[in-house]
């Protein structure tokens, strides 16, 4: 299973951005997936995550503000983020987990003026 990120970039505080992680097989369908975030100096971190019954968790930070969501269809991940500030400036990873974890390469996201 490879996973794919996109959709990060330079955006200014209050911005938005919606990140896309596309999957090779049906991996997203009833497994548990989510997005982490590692910031430089910083250890990696749980952004918000889907259980495999569909339960969504977020972290505090983000709360109100970030958005997960899937397109079994289409075996692809969402991570919509608005409100955006310069401390959601971080690398973001796309996780599945199916007996095994899976990570996608991560996708910049820099938020500043």
């Known amino acids: 299973v490879q996973l794919q990120a996109s959709g990060g970039g330079l955006v200014q505080p209050g911005g938005s951005l919606r990140l896309t992680c596309a999957a090779s097989g049906s991996i997203f369908r009833r497994n548990a997936v989510g997005w982490y975030r590692q910031a430089p100096g910083k250890q990696r971190e749980l952004v918000a995550f889907i259980t495999s019954d569909g339960n969504i968790n977020y972290a505090d930070s983000v709360k109100g503000r970030f958005t997960i969501s899937r397109d079994n269809a289409k075996n692809t991940l969402y991570l919509q983020m608005d409100s955006l500030k310069p401390e959601d400036t971080a690398v973001y990873y796309c996780?599945?987990?199916?007996?095994?974890?899976?990570w996608g390469q991560g996708t910049l996201v820099t938020v500043s003026s």
């Open positions: 996780y599945a987990y199916r007996g095994l974890g899976y």
